[in-house]
């Protein structure tokens, strides 16, 4: 649904993780209305779902757990309706992360979260440049709607641990090895980059995901 003024109604996964109000004004900025909620009701009437998060994998997945917000991801995820992960809510995607033995993700993505080389200073926090990738996940020659206009891109990635998942990877960057930056399955898309730290670049890449939401991309 819209609201009133038109703009596409995004609800951010409010688990009391990290800054997620950063998160919220950056869609906001970017033309959506934008709430933070628990509520699943508002969750299920949203146009687009997006789980931010920062810290350590498993505590991320606790609290999505405790607060039953992983049962309402998933539902968001399997409905169709854009949904995008931020930073550790991209890696909460996956099956597992190698920071966490034990803990399961959510399993929306196939793949695990990996640590970054030992020849690397980590975490890599710091801007670095995205290359856009052509084809993956959609069967097609094009670049997702998600990173389109934005390759050679400076965004802002703060993480110690990527995904291990090259065959969904829509954008990526150079750290030590070549690090997934941005995945898409399907209406399910993900960035290791914060969009909403990542100046006019990240405000580019929010524009693009309201874009889909308003069937413009």
């Known amino acids: 649904m819209t609201t009133v003024s038109g703009r596409p109604r995004v609800a951010v996964l ?4 990290g800054n997620l109000r950063s998160a919220q004004r950056g869609l906001e ?5 934008a709430h933070l909620t628990a509520d699943p009701a508002e969750i299920a009437a949203a146009d687009g779902v997006v789980l931010p ?4 994998f498993g505590a991320c997945m606790r609290a999505l757990a405790d607060t039953g917000l992983d049962v309402e991801a998933r539902k968001a995820a399997a409905s169709g309706r854009p949904f995008l992960g931020i930073c550790v809510g991209m890696q909460l995607l996956y099956e597992a992360s190698e920071e966490s033995p034990g803990v399961d993700g959510l399993g929306i993505l196939p793949g695990v979260i990996r640590w970054l080389p030992e020849t690397v200073k ?9 290359t856009t990738v052509t084809g993956a996940s959609q ?3 094009a670049v997702h709607p998600l990173v389109r206009g934005m390759d050679g891109a400076w965004l802002y990635f703060v993480h110690s641990l990527s995904a291990d998942d090259p065959g969904h ?3 990526t960057t150079e750290y030590g090895t070549t690090v ?3 995945s898409a399955r399907d209406n399910v898309m993900a960035t290791q980059f914060h969009p909403e730290k990542s100046d006019k670049a ?6 693009n995901y309201v874009n889909l939401l308003e069937g413009t991309a």
Do not use: E, K
């Open 122 to 130: 980590r975490p890599q926090m710091q801007w670095n440049v995205i």
């Open 180 to 182: 997934v930056a941005a």
């Open 169 to 171: 990877a829509i954008a």
């Open 53 to 56: 998060g920062v810290g350590a």
């Open 29 to 33: 900025r970017a033309g959506a209305d």
């Open 14 to 17: 409010d688990y009391g993780i």
């Open 139 to 141: 069967g097609t020659g």
């Open 202 to 207: 990240g405000l580019r890449l929010l524009q």
